[in-house]
């Protein structure tokens, strides 16, 4: 754990004191950790972003290159603190979690648990030593255009005002970079995505996704009627849900409703979508994240004649999500993460 804050240290190393499956070590600055992580070999970090001297994403960048391992950072809930921790992403960390605001000791009740078990789940993903996880998803689309896939894409167009439901969560926004950087300005159909991440992140994600793709790409913070080719990233810490109007449907924030564990919540929008529009409209894409939210629904989605794809196992961070997709049957196609755009892009052909 890298923080140069002694009350965080001790609060966290308070929250994993009951875990017997953890052993701890603590660093109060980059150049402390980079020594830690020589001797300690950690199998996970927790990274403070801002830090006296060597900052957070000066140490994440040595760490991914000297001692390659899931890096989740901890970051302030500030609008700088959103693009540090996004480029810290690209960098390499596999998730990020907002500091509580205010007197984090009187937060840690609630905080302390969800740390324990994002930790855990971090601890499971898959960072390979050669190269840091932006570079690697790059590398995958960039290879697709001079290699034959490995997986035959299926035929058949869906409808031409059909939509696309994505959902991720651990490992997410490069895997968001990649697949919508594969699809091209003039993609016909909208794109709705439940990346479960903090409030104080979403909007920094649309931005940065926005420049980086073809697509325009906004988070839902009021009703957008779809369109052609844009891209509508859920708001953190709410839900994003599909919704009728006369005009046509709407994409809506909606506050989140404790029914569902996770926020943005990948069932909960395709729920919505399928109350709203039939399935054989819907293409549902599950990607990277911890534990099984929208299996359920997109097996569903798939049973009622509608298309879904699941990250393959090779390319996903953490094979949670889409591997419960793949078990419950509910994965039309199955694809590494380099593969996906183009299968959406046959399917629009």
Known sequence: MIDDSPLMRRLVGAA?????????????????????????????????????????LACLDRLMLERPCPVVML????????????????????????????????????????????????????????LR???RVRLQVGTVAAQPAPTPLLAGRAPADAVVLVGCSTGGPP???????????????????????????????????????????????????????????????????LAPRPGGPVAMAVPADPAYRWHPSVDRLVESALRCL??????????TGMGDDGAATMTRLLQAGGRTIAEAESSAVVWGMPGELVRAGGAGVVLPLGRIGAQLRAWAA
């Open 16 to 56: 994993f004191a009951g875990q017997p499956d953890f052993t701890l070590a603590f660093a109060a600055d980059g150049a402390a950790a980079l020594e830690q992580a020589r001797h300690f070999l950690p199998d996970v970090i927790t990274l403070d972003v801002n830090m006296p001297g060597l900052d957070g």
């Open 75 to 130: 970051s302030a809930l500030t609008e700088a603190g959103a693009d540090a921790t996004l480029a810290a992403m690209q960098l390499g960390a596999v998730d990020v979690i907002a500091k509580p605001a205010g007197a984090i000791s009187l937060a840690m009740e609630e905080f302390g648990p969800l740390l324990v078990e994002r930790v855990r789940a971090a601890s499971r993903a898959r960072v390979r030593r050669s």
């Open 133 to 135: 996880l932006a570079e």
């Open 175 to 241: 895997a968001l970079d990649a697949l919508l950087s594969a699809l091209p300005a003039g993609f016909p159909w909208p794109v709705l995505v439940a990346q479960h991440m903090p409030a104080s992140f979403t909007a920094a994600l649309a931005r940065r996704l926005d420049r980086l793709c073809a697509l325009e790409v906004v988070e839902v913070t009021r009703p957008l009627v779809l369109r052609p080719g844009l891209v509508c990233i859920g708001r953190g810490d709410a839900d994003l849900v």
């Open 278 to 287: 039939p399935a054989p409209r819907l293409l549902g894409v599950l990607m």
